[in-house]
């Protein structure tokens, strides 16, 4: 868990549409001299052109007398490879307006036209291309940008800048682009609809008209080389407060904003039997409707709906196996949920996208509620119906960033039959509402900001379900202030959490993973299983160097209380601790005579337990590196301290953990080239146990065509672990902890191909076979878990202590009398998985799409330990599959 302390602040992002690079030609870029040390200046500035009564036709040749007559935005500047340098290419970039829409025109100018790299990509698609890109701050809150982008293709990248230099590649606006290839080099041409941009209402100035903020980049691939019109370097402290102006803006009205989206989706589903299964149907028909609904709410705040949405079309989770008492993170891939979701991104330990206030896969989850031990069969949803959803979303002309979401997801059942075969039906997930709301107000042209955020959790609970909490409650504040020429930043946080419930809610919150209210050692902690609220706090201050120069810094601190608890809408892991951090890196990233950049950055970190104990301390350091040839890799060393680990015995005293070594690296070839290959590893070693884990992950990435993209990705990793936790029983009064010694194997195939027949109508599969295979020896149980040596801490079972019953999978654990003083499961695992998508996505018209997808997947566990790839492969392939055939249609109705 606290291995996410650490900050890596590897420098501003400077790319808004990044590249996996692949080669047509090669040119050779000399690098022995070095530009000059970037200095910002001040903002540029371009004038925009009303095409006044003219009609621009966008198919990319720019032929309209219009443009000639446009001022221009010229003389780029290289933020790699020589920052600071000039481009060595010409770009000429004019910008021209109307009532309904923005319009930018390119000339880039290419001394090899032949050698331009134009491969065709789906929507949002990250390939090797040359590409340009458009920036634009309407809101001119120098913080937030709406970026569109094109290759010599004519695929679209867009995206939004937040927070200066966050993006969120999932926000997708209706617009048109369209690019081509002539003698001189290439030439692009964008309409962005007025309707697709964020400006607030207020008179125009006096002479000049309203002002935005603006940015232009290319990308010429084959020499990796990126520039911008108004410079933007990796010392940089921002992106979007670094755009130059856009002036001349006159009569611009927000026009009224109105999207519908509705959609129809219909699919089949074939899956396997269970021997007497009542509920089993050969194949499973199914079909709904639904819509979202996008409405301006004056000029600057938006309200998106969604009615009975269906996300059919989104890519299956990755396999895992998880032997953590903790929960596995998976990403959010709802459009729904995804787009906008910048705006209530609140993360609570720094550094880690994954811990967060609000984790919007909590609506819609798989159910909750547990069916009876006398179930046979069972009929159980899936995932929670989300009856509706909306969200207001904008930022007004004083400053104020507004973000609101409320969901609405249906009580749902499960029936199943019993030995007897009757049929019973059993509440498993309850009526719930789930709000976010989020507020931020900007001070200083946005150098200074203050920000609340508050989640509420509200559950109709029946019988069924008491021990889900009732209520659940979530909020803060956050600030944020940049000084020293916007090169500094102290940034903090305080958080507040209360939950509502019956007792046994309430309970086993306190029994959860990362509180453990009952450690029998723990003297600061209260257990008390009467209690029916529990609230805690959290909080975080931070100073860093994010800016000027060559080096960075950064250090603060971090506490939760014990009754600290956002997993209702949000994601945590642990709570009870405060944390101390620190990190400094040297970043150069102009190029050398051997380097095209380089770096390199000390972490170091310490936390304890709200009763003193150290349970967590360490340090690394690590780097990374760029040649001349684009070859390329990273490495680090790391070295965690012994603690005391309060929750390896999940709710048992805290043990002794021994000091650990770890070590990562990775090198990659030239990702210009058709053929490209990544080689990705870790390695750790554990004192006094001979525990460690190894991990490979190559990939190789091929590129046969322009339209097409393949990439396959292995994975093997090797854990030895001599002290596994297994179980803990009572034997009497006394609690016994059963530790065993685990070796075991992963290995994973992820297969990714990308077939774009035109910039609107693609071919994706993902497909990726995982197995895992566990094997438990040498149990032993909790003697003394605070002992010096290793050897002391644990008792192994002896000769004739340890019994075994095939036809139960169970250990029995013998008292010295031969009875039997407990028993457990037996932890043996050979679990394999196989899970696939094939989506055909076709554009048919602006925002308007039709996915097919198919998609399979296969189960099988076996109680064997051994791993065999082979007769586990067969084993995988053997099983039946579940297939699914979906069609979605939406079409779009704007405005």
Request: proline residues 5%; without cysteine; charged residues 25%.
């Amino acid at each position: 868990m606290t291995a996410g302390l650490l900050i890596p602040l590897a420098g501003v992002l400077l790319s808004v549409g990044t590249q996996t690079q692949q080669m047509v030609r090669v040119d050779t870029v000399a690098t022995a001299t070095r530009g000059p040390e970037p200095q910002a200046s001040g903002p540029r500035v371009l004038e925009a052109t009303r095409a006044a009564g003219a009609r621009l036709t966008i198919d990319g040749r720019l032929d309209e007398a219009l443009w000639a007559q446009a001022p221009v935005a010229s003389d780029f500047i290289q933020i790699q490879p020589q920052a600071g340098s000039p481009a060595t290419e010409r770009t000429e970039v004019r910008v021209l307006y109307d009532d309904e829409a923005l319009y930018v025109g390119a000339r880039l100018y290419d001394s090899a036209p032949d050698s331009i790299v134009a491969r065709l990509a789906r929507r949002d698609d990250d390939v090797y291309s040359d590409w340009f890109h458009v920036g634009i701050d309407s809101y001119y809150d120098r913080r937030t940008a709406f970026v569109f982008g094109v290759n010599p293709r004519g695929a679209r990248q867009d995206l939004i800048l937040f927070n200066d230099s966050q993006d969120d590649l999932s926000w997708d606006a209706v617009w048109d682009a369209a690019a081509a290839i002539d003698s001189l080099g290439w030439t692009a041409e964008l309409r962005i609809p007025l309707s697709q941009l964020r400006f607030s209402h207020g008179s125009d100035e006096p002479r000049g008209g309203r002002i935005w903020g603006i940015n232009f980049k290319r990308d010429i691939a084959r020499r990796g080389e990126e520039s911008l019109w108004a410079p933007v370097f990796p010392n940089s402290p921002g992106l979007v407060s670094l755009f130059g102006d856009l002036r001349g803006l006159q009569g611009l009205t927000p026009p009224r904003r109105l999207e519908i989206l509705p959609y129809s989706v219909a699919s089949a589903t074939r899956a396997p039997a269970a021997d007497g299964d009542p509920f089993y149907k050969p194949t499973d028909l199914a079909g709904t409707l639904g819509a979202d609904v996008k409405y301006g709410l004056g000029s600057s705040l938006t309200v998106t709906s969604t009615f009975n949405p269906d996300f059919g079309q989104v890519e299956a989770d990755p396999s895992v196996v998880n032997l953590t008492a903790f929960e596995t993170f998976f990403g959010e891939r709802r459009p729904f949920f995804v787009e906008g979701s910048e705006i209530f991104r609140f993360s609570v330990e720094p550094g880690d996208q994954e811990e967060l206030l609000f984790y919007s896969r909590r609506i819609g989850r798989s159910p909750q509620g547990e069916l009876p031990d006398e179930a046979e069969h069972a009929e159980v949803p899936e995932a929670s119906t989300i009856l509706g959803a909306a969200k207001l979303s904008g930022k007004t002309a004083n400053g104020w960033s507004i973000g609101a979401l409320n969901a609405l997801t249906a009580p749902e059942h499960a029936r199943y039959v019993d030995q007897r075969g009757t049929e019973h039906r059993v509440q498993v997930e309850p009526l719930t509402n789930y709000a976010v709301a989020r507020i931020m107000k900007d001070f200083r042209q946005g150098h200074s900001g203050l920000g609340a955020i508050v989640t509420v959790v509200h559950r109709d609970l029946g019988e069924d379900l008491r021990s889900l909490r009732s209520a659940a409650y979530a909020g803060g504040i956050d600030v944020r202030h940049r000084f020293g020429g916007g090169n500094y930043e102290l940034q903090g946080w305080l958080l507040g959490s209360h939950l509502r419930g019956n007792a046994d809610a309430i309970e086993r919150v306190q029994r959860a993973a990362g509180h453990y209210f009952q450690r029998p050692d723990a003297d600061h902690l209260t257990f008390d299983p009467t209690r029916t609220s529990l609230s805690g706090y959290a909080a975080n201050l931070m100073l860093s160097k994010m800016g000027g120069g060559h080096w960075r810094w950064a250090a603060g601190g971090l506490a939760r209380s014990p009754g600290f608890e956002v997993n209702d809408l949000g994601f945590q892991q642990a709570a009870d601790f405060g944390a101390q951090f620190a990190f400094v890196g040297y970043d150069e990233f102009r190029a050398g005579t051997l380097f095209r950049r380089w770096n390199v950055n000390l972490n170091q970190w310490n936390v304890w337990s709200f009763g003193g104990e150290r349970v967590e301390g360490g340090g690394n350091v690590n780097g990374g590196f760029e040649l001349v040839n684009f070859w390329g890799g990273y490495a680090g060393v790391g070295r965690q301290l012994e603690a005391l680990s309060p929750w390896a015995l999940r709710g048992g005293p805290a043990i002794v953990q021994p000091p650990r070594t770890q070590g990562w690296f990775g090198l990659y070839t030239d990702r210009r080239r058709p053929v490209s290959a990544e080689l990705n590893g870790n390695v750790s070693f554990e004192d006094e146990t001979g525990g460690g884990q190894l991990a490979l992950r190559p990939e190789l990435t091929l590129r046969p065509s322009t339209r097409a993209q393949l990439s396959v990705h292995p994975s093997v990793s090797w854990n030895r672990n001599p002290w596994q936790y297994v179980a803990d029983r009572e034997d009497g009064i006394q609690p016994r902890y059963v530790f065993g010694r685990l070796e075991q194997t992963t290995v994973s195939l992820t297969t990714r191909l990308n077939y774009t027949l035109t910039p609107n109508l693609s071919l994706q599969l993902y497909a990726q076979p995982f197995i895992s295979a566990g094997d438990y020896t040498r149990f032993r149980e909790i003697r003394n878990p605070r002992a010096t040596r290793f050897a002391d801490r644990f008792r192994e079972y002896g000769a004739g202590e340890l019994g075994y019953d095939p036809s139960g999978e169970r250990y029995q654990v013998r008292r010295p009398d031969g009875s039997t003083a407990f028993t457990f499961k037996d932890p043996d695992f050979n679990f394999k998985q196989f899970r696939s998508n094939l989506v055909l996505r076709w554009e048919y018209r602006p925002g308007s799409t039709l996915f097919v997808v198919w998609s399979q997947g296969r189960t099988a566990f076996d109680r064997d330990g051994s791993f065999d790839f082979d007769r586990d492969v067969d084993r995988l392939f053997g099983s039946a599959s579940a297939n699914v055939l979906l069609v979605k249609l939406n079409y779009w109705i704007g405005s």
